[in-house]
């Protein structure tokens, strides 16, 4: 069992940054890559970026390349997530989540998801 909880959300500018962290609990916090997604109103979840076990490998989407930067301490048992020259279209709850296989991408193969924080970006 792992749980996930993050920190870091708040109201922004437009390109402003934000540092997201999410702490996990567990002994096996390495054992697991990690992924951030986002969800705005009325829209699905939708996949960020995400962070091999290790940190040796990392994965965004298109949409957020260049502009956010995932990383993680697995001394910490943490992952973040560097936000920069944030855009109203980012605005969102973003969750991070733990994932042991599967795609990285894909939400569905996670199994363990935090509460989410909530970021705004005013224009």
């Known amino acids: 069992q792992v749980q996930l909880v993050e920190s870091g959300g708040g109201l922004v500018q437009a390109g402003d940054s934000l540092r997201l962290s999410c702490a996990a609990s567990?002994?096996?916090?390495?054992?697991?890559?990690m992924g951030w997604f986002r969800q705005a109103p009325g829209k699905e979840r939708a996949f960020v970026a995400a962070?091999?076990?290790?940190?040796?490998?990392?994965y965004y989407a298109d949409s957020v390349k260049g502009r956010f930067t995932i990383s993680r301490d697995n001394a910490k048992n943490t992952v973040y997530l560097q936000m920069n020259s944030l855009k109203p279209e980012d605005a969102a709850v973003y969750y991070c989540?733990?994932?042991?296989?599967?795609?990285?991408?894909?939400?569905?193969?996670?199994?363990?998801w935090g509460q989410g924080t909530q970021v705004t970006v005013s224009s």
């Open positions: 567990g002994r096996t916090f390495s054992s697991y890559a």
């Open positions: 989540a733990a994932l042991f296989r599967g795609n990285v991408a894909e939400s569905k193969d996670y199994a363990y």
């Open positions: 962070i091999s076990r290790s940190g040796g490998s990392t």
